[in-house]
């Protein structure tokens, strides 16, 4: 079976947490070895994929509308001259009409964006999803009733996100809090929620913020010298392209203010053993459930005293620790990329 996999929406900001989750995506498929699976991905990202995965360099698309006919046109062409058996896309978008099997991939809810373009471009994205064969929702995830063929699917967490293991040389913690900067508004919250943590522990605990890129870590170096708790914080940039395991599994809580781009950012937390306190959401809710803190959206006041509570009170930290790992019992990579093989295998079997 041929698998061309439509990853280019995910892999067009090279340097974030949705393009970090498909390079772990795409590791773990390849890992798997059975499969001849094609990548979809622009030329920026190709040098980055994991051996043993063939690559097709697609050119950035120039502009949104762009962007949004590749995914519900172009896409479906270009893999069918590539002899592809199915088509698996990555995003909640599938082609309009394709000459193969197509299998589409259920996103979290978002909030509606501002602009006639981006409601008019999610509103053909959210249609065009009735062309797919199937649409595959991690189990994890809130139930999505408006949407058809649904599939559920084990999260796919690799095996490297795990707790520091008896014997490992790296210490059990190290004393930072871990955030994602996701966005202006997410990296603003995040501060504020640390200024209450900076007044009560000064700078025997740092944030450290996981931000973009350079310019990013730069911009949240610039921010939190203006809230005076410069001294406090750490910016690291992921086009370093850093340990992000390594981070997670050292970190003592992970913050996380504003809306996520990937739910992963909440498993790899549960995986690692972290603590986790983060303003309230339905995907924060479904995926962590009582393993974490929940704060309710905007508060930054709760967040930090949330964040305060974790590092301060170690029965708290440990109870949630603890329900996330056994949370996490349910991540098992092999297992996840199984079952999604098994059901591109049968819808391009059934095509035949």
């Known amino acids: 079976m ?17 393009a970090f989750e498909l390079r772990e995506v795409l590791q773990a498929f390849a890992d798997e070895g059975n499969q001849e699976i094609i990548a979809l991905v622009p030329a920026s990202f190709a040098e980055k994929m994991p051996p043993g995965l063939t690559v097709h360099a697609v050119p950035p698309p120039a502009t949104a509308l762009a962007r949004l006919a590749f995914e519900l046109r172009g896409a479906a062409r270009l893999a069918a001259s590539l002899g592809g058996d199915v088509l698996y896309g990555l995003e909640e978008s599938a082609p309009w009409r394709s000459p193969i099997p197509v299998v589409a991939t259920a996103d979290i809810p978002r909030p ?47 095996d490297r996100f795990h ?16 955030a994602w900067v996701e966005g202006r ?18 700078d025997s605990v740092r944030l450290m913020l ?17 809230l005076g708790i410069g001294g406090s914080v750490e910016c690291v940039g992921l086009d370093e392209e850093p340990d992000v395991a390594g981070i997670y599994r050292r970190a003592r809580v992970l913050l996380q203010a504003g809306d996520v781009s990937t739910p992963q950012i909440f498993r790899w937390a549960l995986a690692t053993g972290i603590p986790l306190a983060a303003e309230s959401s339905a995907v924060a809710a479904a995926v962590a459930g009582t393993a974490a803190y929940l704060v309710p959206p905007s ?18 930290a440990g109870a949630l620790r603890d329900r996330g790992l056994e949370r996490a019992q349910a991540y098992e990579a092999h297992r996840a990329v199984s079952r999604r093989l098994e059901i591109l295998g049968s819808i391009a079997a059934g095509a035949a």
Do not use: H, N
Not at 166 to 178: M, R, W
Not at 190 to 198: E, G, H, I, N, S
């Open 299 to 316: 508060d930054t006041r709760a967040l930090g005293a949330a964040v305060l509570t974790l590092l301060v009170e170690d029965s708290m």
């Open 112 to 158: 509606a964006r501002r602009g006639l373009g981006s409601r008019f471009g999610t509103a053909l994205r959210r249609a065009s999803l009735g062309g797919a064969a199937a649409v595959l929702l991690a189990e994890d995830l809130p139930q999505r009733p408006d949407l058809r063929r649904v599939q559920p699917v084990p999260p796919l967490v690799p």
């Open 2 to 18: 041929r698998i061309i996999l439509q990853a280019l929406p995910s892999a067009l900001d090279l340097w974030s947490a949705r």
């Open 210 to 226: 996981l931000c973009p890129t350079a310019e990013w870590a730069g911009l949240g170096r610039r921010e939190a010298e203006g």
């Open 185 to 202: 508004l997410g990296l603003k919250r995040a501060l504020a929620a640390w200024t209450w943590v900076d007044a009560s522990l000064g």
């Open 163 to 178: 707790p520091v293991a008896p014997g490992d040389s790296s210490p059990q913690s190290d004393d930072y809090v871990l």
